[in-house]
């Protein structure tokens, strides 16, 4: 039984809404792009990514955490953490959440304990063994500088398959680009769809020209640029700024947004006087959040009209950008409960626009170099 986006047991699910308005696209014209593409089309509670049939879950889970000790976990993996992790997919998959990206360098090997695609593909097994669960998979080729020609691609692949033990995957993405040879990884890409070894493929962290770039040499296969997965969030909108939302609505490639909590500083959690421990306290400094409070002020008002968190809302107010889909980190299922309830309702256009406004008075200093490339 292939498990549909509904609410299970425990989930944060949307209540009625008496105040509930229907959204009005801050920028229509991008929205009407993006639905003539077909990337608007929406399916039991399911998008579509691009233009290539696979669809997926309206959001979905980062997998970066599970395994990790270089950036997250306080540098510590144990059991108490693998089960954390592995709560946080089983409650994703009772919330009917069921789309979940990783990426072969999670992990053992180049920055962990144990690979998260080893991980992922454990619980689907545990899961499976219980009942029929059908889970849209995503993970990522890394453009290392050693790995040359389309060969590489379909090498890299076939090992992340073994790990996650399936035989193909719903999404296959270059990470980032390469130093060189990345005509040749984009037909490696399109190697991979005609293998049948992947539904879909994409891009991540690529700009405007890299993306129409891509676009345009897997158009020639007859194969489309299903997503470029990129930074994105209420209050880091590069790709707004850069025209890489723009192109994705104009060419029907849908935008998966990474850290769209801004890595837990769009959450509430942190304040001047706690902020977050590790690589992310130098992003996010006391100084920082204290110029942030107020727009955390808001969207806990804003919130609090709908009965909805703050991650809720800020998750929500991707959404309702229109062709974008959010891949929140999930490390317990507290966190993945409380993601599903972003679903299901909406903000209105005024409060759209009024979060927008407020966000451009803050600003982290981040950013991936080849995001410029």
Not at 191 to 217: M, P
Not at 342 to 370: D, H, Y
Request: net charge positive; aromatic share 8%.
């Amino acid at each position: 039984m292939a498990l549909q986006v509904a609410g299970g047991a425990g989930c944060v699910l949307p209540p009625l809404l008496a105040r509930r308005r229907a959204f009005r696209p801050p920028r229509a014209s991008s929205a009407a792009a993006a639905a003539a593409a077909g990337t608007a089309k929406e399916e039991d509670g399911k998008v579509a990514l691009g233009g290539s049939g696979v669809a997926v879950t309206k959001l979905g889970i980062g997998a970066w955490s599970w395994g990790d000790t270089t950036y997250w976990n306080e540098f510590q993996w144990d059991d108490r953490k693998l089960k954390a992790a592995k709560g946080a997919f089983d409650a994703s998959i009772d919330c009917g959440i069921t789309f979940f990206d990783t990426a072969e360098v999670y992990g053992a090997g180049v920055s962990g304990a144990i690979n998260s695609e080893s991980l992922l593909g454990r619980f689907i097994k545990e899961r499976q063994q219980k009942e029929q669960v059908e889970v849209a998979i995503a993970t990522k080729f890394a453009a290392l500088p050693w790995r040359f020609g389309r060969g590489s691609v379909i090498s890299a692949l076939k090992a992340s398959l073994d790990r996650l033990g399936v035989s193909s995957v719903e999404l296959y993405q270059l990470h980032w680009p390469g130093i060189w040879g990345n005509e040749g990884y984009l037909d490696g890409l399109g190697d991979a769809v005609e293998q049948g070894l992947v539904k879909a493929v994409g891009v991540s962290n690529y700009s405007e020209k890299r993306l129409r770039d891509a676009y345009e040499r897997l158009k020639k296969r007859g194969i489309p640029l299903a997503s470029n997965q990129v930074n994105y969030s209420l209050i880091y909108r590069n790709p707004e700024e850069n025209g890489v939302k723009a192109a994705c609505d104009e060419l029907g490639i849908t935008l998966i947004a990474y850290s769209p909590i801004a890595q837990g500083a769009l959450t509430g959690k942190y304040t001047p006087d706690n902020p977050p421990k590790g690589p992310r306290g130098r992003i996010y400094t006391p100084e920082f959040l204290t110029k942030l409070q107020p727009l955390i002020n808001r969207i806990k008002e804003i919130g609090g009209n709908y009965g909805r968190t703050p991650t809720q809302v800020v998750l929500n107010w991707l959404v309702c950008q229109g062709n974008v889909v959010p891949i929140p980190g999930a490390k317990n299922a507290e966190q993945a409960k409380e993601f599903a309830g972003a679903l299901g309702w909406s903000l209105t256009g005024e409060e759209v626009e009024e979060l927008r406004s407020m966000a451009r008075e803050v600003k982290p200093v981040i950013g991936f170099p080849v995001e410029k490339l």
